[in-house]
C-alpha cells in the first residue's frame, strides 16, 4: 500500500491543498495572504474524493489506506513545506510554532475529516467503492 502511487498522489494534493489552506487562511501579513474567515472550505474539495479513490482500491484496507494517505498529506503539507521555509528562508523556528498556522491548520484539518467521513458513507452507500462513473474513471 505504501509504494502504490495513488497513495502518494493523493497525499500530495492533500499536502499542497493544506498549504494552500495555510495561504487562503492567514492574516493579510504578506501578499500571499487571503485571511478568508471561511479557508476551512477547500477541504471539501480537498478531502471529498479521498475515500472514492482509496475505496476503489482497498475496500478490505480502507480505513488503514485512509490513515496513511491523510498522514502522509499532513506530513508534506505542515512538516515538510515548512521545513522548507526554515531551510531556505532561514527564518528560524518560527513556522512550526506559530498560532495562528497551527489554528488554520486545526480547523481544515477538522473540516477535511468530517467531509472524508461524510463521502465515505457515500462511497459506501454505491457498493464496492462507488458508482459506475467512478470506477470507469479510476
Known amino acids: 500500500m505504501i509504494r502504490s502511487p495513488r497513495v502518494w498522489l493523493t497525499a500530495l494534493w492533500l499536502g499542497v491543498l493544506v498549504h494552500v489552506d495555510w495561504h487562503l487562511g492567514?492574516?493579510?501579513?504578506?501578499?500571499l495572504?487571503?485571511?478568508l474567515s471561511y479557508h476551512w472550505l477547500l477541504a471539501?474539495?480537498?478531502f471529498a474524493p479521498v475515500p472514492w479513490l482509496l475505496l476503489r482500491r482497498w475496500?478490505?484496507?480502507f480505513v488503514?489506506?485512509?490513515v496513511l494517505t491523510i498522514v502522509l498529506g499532513v506530513a508534506l503539507g505542515?512538516?515538510?513545506e515548512p521545513l522548507s521555509e526554515v531551510i531556505l528562508?532561514?527564518?528560524g523556528v518560527e513556522p512550526f510554532t506559530n498560532p495562528v498556522r497551527w489554528r488554520v491548520f486545526a480547523e481544515f484539518?477538522?473540516?477535511?475529516?468530517?467531509?472524508?467521513?461524510?463521502?465515505?458513507?457515500?462511497?459506501?452507500?454505491?457498493g464496492n467503492g462507488g458508482p459506475a462513473a467512478i470506477r470507469r474513471v479510476a
Open 64 to 66: 488503514r489506506a485512509s
Open 26 to 31: 492567514r492574516p493579510g501579513h504578506g501578499h
Open 33 to 35: 495572504s487571503a485571511g
Open 89 to 91: 528562508y532561514q527564518v
Open 109 to 126: 484539518l477538522a473540516a477535511g475529516i468530517l467531509v472524508s467521513v461524510g463521502s465515505a458513507v457515500a462511497a459506501g452507500r454505491f
Open 59 to 61: 475496500p478490505a484496507a
Open 44 to 46: 471539501v474539495v480537498a
Open 78 to 80: 505542515q512538516g515538510l
